[in-house]
C-alpha cells in the first residue's frame, strides 16, 4: 500500500471518529502518521491491514467470527513488535488503526458487541479496527 492510499484511509476516519484530535497531519514512517497537537505533543498513528483480508479475496470464502477475532489479534501482535520504534520518537500517544476492506463473516453476528466483550491486550494507547466497506469504526479495548 503507498502512502497516498495511507493518508486516504486515514483521511476517511477523521471523518468518522467524531473524536479524532484536532492538529496537523505529518505523514512520516514508523508510525505512518503524526497528528501535532502542540509543540510537545504528538499522536502516532500506524496503519496496517487486516491479516487474513487476502484469505477472503482469493477464496471467496468468509470468515467465520472466531477467524476474525484470531486475525485481529494476529494484527496487533505484528505490530506490537515495532512499538518500541514508534515509543522511541517520544509520541504523547500511539494509535494503531487496522482497515480491512470489509469484514465479511459465515455467520449473521453483532460484531460491535462481540469486540466490546474481549479484551485485546496491546501496548497501544487506541488501537482501532475501520471497515472500509460499511464505513464502520470499532475502538478495541
Do not use: C
Amino acid at each position: 500500500m503507498d502512502k497516498q492510499q495511507e493518508k486516504e484511509i486515514l483521511q476517511r476516519f477523521t471523518i468518522l471518529f467524531d473524536e479524532f484530535p484536532k492538529g496537523k497531519l505529518q505523514a512520516g514512517e514508523s508510525p505512518d502518521f503524526q497528528v501535532r497537537l502542540n509543540t510537545r505533543k504528538s499522536i502516532g498513528i500506524e496503519l496496517t491491514g487486516l491479516k487474513g483480508q487476502d484469505f477472503i479475496h482469493q477464496t471467496g470464502r468468509l470468515l467465520n467470527p472466531s477467524q476474525l477475532i484470531e486475525n485481529i489479534m494476529e494484527t496487533i501482535a505484528a505490530k506490537e513488535e515495532k512499538l518500541y520504534l514508534y515509543q522511541r520518537k517520544k509520541l504523547h500517544r500511539i494509535w494503531l488503526l487496522i482497515h480491512a476492506e470489509t469484514i465479511k463473516t459465515e455467520v449473521n453476528f453483532n460484531l460491535q458487541n462481540k469486540l466490546e466483550n474481549l479484551n485485546f491486550d496491546s501496548g497501544f494507547d487506541r488501537v482501532f479496527l475501520f471497515d472500509l466497506g460499511s464505513e464502520q469504526v470499532y475502538e478495541l479495548g
